[in-house]
């Protein structure tokens, strides 16, 4: 498989013959297409729904799916599929072909609004945390008229969301456009205080989306890897990420040929592609698309991510989403730049003009970080996975503790308004108003030192989440910062009117509650190195949370505060809440179960064997060389292999009695009735084992002949390309 992979050649992409701004949106039914396709008072009714949020009125449903299937057609297309996003990871769908019975013995093509706007998948399969018992398995999905439908090969591809028979939300989309609408009506109203024209708040989205490519055949011959996403063994290779020359050097032609197709047929989908380069550790890599409005944003990373996988094969590679492929070498994560703009401009713009601007800019950026103060352990929660752990805390990524990166400039300001006096902040009746603000420079946008080691950094005219795991559904952690941040909004809001009402004037009002929240949020502000034992102990002191343990990180969903404030916000009820932890429980198990049991498959089936068979032939090798010389001269030759021989069974016995253990520890824990309850069994029991274990196995790596070692070894995965 070496060989074979060693002989791979780039596989050729020709660039199409247009320029991407032709083909741009070419397989999606944009307001372009939708011009083109529908009648001029549907098309209207369209781009109310999709700029003003207009509810989508059902009798235009058939004329837009008339529009739809011509369009559709003429690309080739004979099917649709309703495409959502349940709990699980990626996305689903169930492919239905344009035919019909005609009443009259034969088939017509067929697409009705009523097929547009709703099915009914049978989606007993999919977790429900319990809300939706299998017997009535009844689960809708009804298109999001805001994510324009698109089409991959023959299928006509319609992004919905997908909910429960008793209303419950059953994915991500639902609770993330509550919490966009949430976030949209809390900051129009504070934003209205600046500029009383402003209709709406917006939440963008630019994700950053690491991932590692390894050469298909190797993958192949890795159990773990077919299996788990990661690799559960493999001793470090002498060299691998200590020089950085992956990072600065070229990308290999192969790998380019990969990102050129996965480019074009992004931006044919409508997926802004900017940016792509190489990571930190080898074989690893980055794309990037310009930001969009969040909802969209989210669609647009789950069909990268499919498309990246499809497109991986191609060219014989795998694409590896997880967080944590390789030891000894960076993970992957996706960095969530996150901001507010209006129809006028983004909010967290920092170089404001007037007072009045740069105090609108301190406002949002305070009850952003209210926000996230308020709710660090939740948003940590957001991000958590069993993938994730391996990432977060372990100096490389951000650490288990949500804190956020201001940089000097930003920092200076917030201590400037906090620390002014009254004069230097007097407000001179209710028109002229006098703040004295430092000026912020304009390089102040590239000029925020770039702090690796931050969650939450601010950078320029937006928050960067960092700590987001790579294969994870964007939507998780951009539901809970948006509903998050429209919570503090709301709370700024009363309590300005509640000074205004008491005669304070308007700017008095906001400049006194923006202090206050100033001298609030300052246990989440950390400019320092997040990588320090020193942070973790301070950490504690301010009262973030610094829990590490997945299971009960997620503990942080179902505390009052975020209870309180997911109800509030009208974004998930109380029993969405509990069933998608259930759900979180259940899933971590799961995972680590999978592994634990590949991994002993691997020790007992593939390594014990082959080393017991090196062992035997230096045993044999010793026999040998008794018989030809004498005893002591004898013994003094066979010195090495007898220090191997028994360096041998110290591993295997520890392996083969650990392995044992873990089988044990399974059997415990798979007893236990509660999801909570045996996730952290299988945290606290199972999962140190497959590290304890791990080491020597990889030791073992180390000492047996190359030749006969089952499983491809990290310098091949990571080198190969
Ligand atoms: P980096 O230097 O961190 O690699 P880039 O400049 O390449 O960052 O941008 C990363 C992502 O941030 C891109 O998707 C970009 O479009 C996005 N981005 C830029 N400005 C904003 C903003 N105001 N709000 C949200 N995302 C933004
Ligand atoms: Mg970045």
């Not at 890599?285 to 789950?302: G, K, Q, Y």
């Not at 926000?371 to 940590?380: A, I, R, S």
């Amino acid at each position: 498989m070496v060989d074979e992979a060693f002989k791979r050649q780039p596989v050729e992409v020709k660039l199409p013959a247009e320029r991407p701004s032709e083909y741009f949106g070419k397989y999606v039914f944009n307001k372009q297409k939708m011009f083109k396709y529908l009648p001029a008072a549907v098309y209207q009714k369209m781009c109310d729904v999709i700029d003003n949020g207009a509810p989508f009125e059902r009798s235009i449903a058939d004329a837009v799916a008339e529009g739809m299937k011509k369009w559709a057609t003429e690309l080739g297309v004979t099917h649709y599929t309703h495409w959502f996003q349940p709990l699980t990871e990626g996305t689903a769908e169930k492919h239905d072909g344009f035919v019909e019975h005609d009443g009259k013995g034969g088939m017509l093509e067929e697409f009705t609004g009523k097929l547009l706007i709703q099915q009914e998948p049978d989606a007993s399969s999919f977790p429900s945390g319990g809300i939706r018992s299998t017997f009535e398995a009844r689960g809708y999905s009804a298109w999001d008229p805001t994510s324009p439908v698109f089409v991959i090969g023959d299928t006509l591809m319609i992004p919905t969301i997908f909910i429960a028979y008793t209303g419950e939300a059953l994915d991500y989309k639902v609770p993330l456009k509550k919490a966009l609408y949430a976030v949209d009506k809390a900051a129009t109203a504070v934003v209205r205080y600046f500029n009383p024209e402003v209709k709406k708040v917006v939440s963008n989205l630019g994700w950053e989306q690491e991932y590692f490519l390894v050469d298909e055949a190797l993958y192949a011959a890795r159990p773990d890897m077919v299996m788990t996403g990661r690799t559960l063994m493999g001793h470090d290779s002498a060299k691998n990420q200590q020089m950085d020359d992956h990072y600065f050097g070229s990308i290999p032609s192969r790998v380019e040929e990969f990102m050129k197709d996965i480019e074009i047929q992004a931006l044919e989908l409508g997926i802004p592609c900017k940016t792509r380069h190489n990571e930190v550790a080898p074989n690893q890599f980055e794309l990037a698309p310009i930001f969009e409005e969040t909802n969209l944003a989210v669609d647009h990373n789950m069909l990268m991510m499919s498309i990246m996988k499809r497109v991986a094969r191609k060219h014989g590679f795998r694409c590896l989403l997880h967080e944590k492929p390789f030891k000894g070498v960076n993970g992957s994560g996706k960095h969530n730049n996150w901001s507010l703009s209006t129809d006028t401009g983004i909010l967290l713009h920092a170089p404001g003009k007037t007072p009045m601007d740069n105090l609108r800019f301190v406002t949002f950026t305070v009850e952003t970080l209210k926000g996230v103060y308020n709710h660090n352990g939740l948003l940590k929660a957001s991000i958590m996975s069993a993938s994730n752990a391996h990432r977060l805390g372990a100096n490389e990524a951000p650490p288990a503790i949500i804190s956020s990166f201001l940089g000097r400039t930003l920092t200076d300001l917030i201590d400037h308004v906090e620390a002014a006096t009254e004069d230097a902040l007097s407000v001179a009746g209710k028109t002229s108003f006098k703040l004295d603000l430092p000026s912020i420079p304009e390089l102040m946008i590239d000029n925020t030192d770039r702090n690796r080691t931050s969650p939450f950094a601010f950078t320029g005219n937006r928050f960067e989440f960092r700590a987001v795991g790579s294969e994870a559904n964007c939507a998780s952690a951009m539901l809970t910062l948006n509903a998050a941040v429209a919570e503090a909004l709301t709370d700024f809001k009363a309590r300005v009117d509640a000074l205004i009402e008491a005669g304070e004037a308007k700017e008095a009002a906001i400049l006194k509650v923006v202090r206050e929240d100033i001298k609030y949020i300052r246990p989440i502000i950390f400019n320092g190195n997040g990588y320090g034992e020193e942070w973790k102990l301070e950490a504690a002191k301010r009262g973030l949370d610094c829990e590490t343990s997945a299971p009960l990180i997620f503990d942080a969903y179902l505390s009052e505060s975020s209870v309180k404030m997911f109800e509030s916000t009208k974004v998930m009820t109380r029993l969405e809440l509990e069933a998608r932890n259930e759900i979180k429980w259940e899933t971590y198990t799961k995972k680590i179960q999978i592994e634990s049991r590949i991994f002993g498959d691997l020790c007992l089936n593939h390594i014990i064997p082959v080393v017991t068979k090196y062992q035997s032939m230096l045993i044999d090798n010793v026999h040998k060389v008794m018989d030809i010389f004498p005893e002591e001269k004898a013994s003094l030759i066979s010195k090495e292999n007898l220090h191997i021989i028994e360096k041998i069974s110290d591993h295997e016995s520890f392996i083969i009695e650990k392995v044992d253990a873990m089988v044990n520890a399974r059997k415990v824990a798979n007893k236990i009735e509660s999801e909570r309850e045996k996730a952290i069994a299988y945290h606290d029991t199972v999962a140190p084992l497959l590290e304890e274990i791990r080491y020597h196995v990889d030791k073992l790596e180390t000492i047996v002949d190359d030749e006969a070692w089952p499983l491809p070894k990290y310098r091949e995965l990571l080198f190969i390309r």
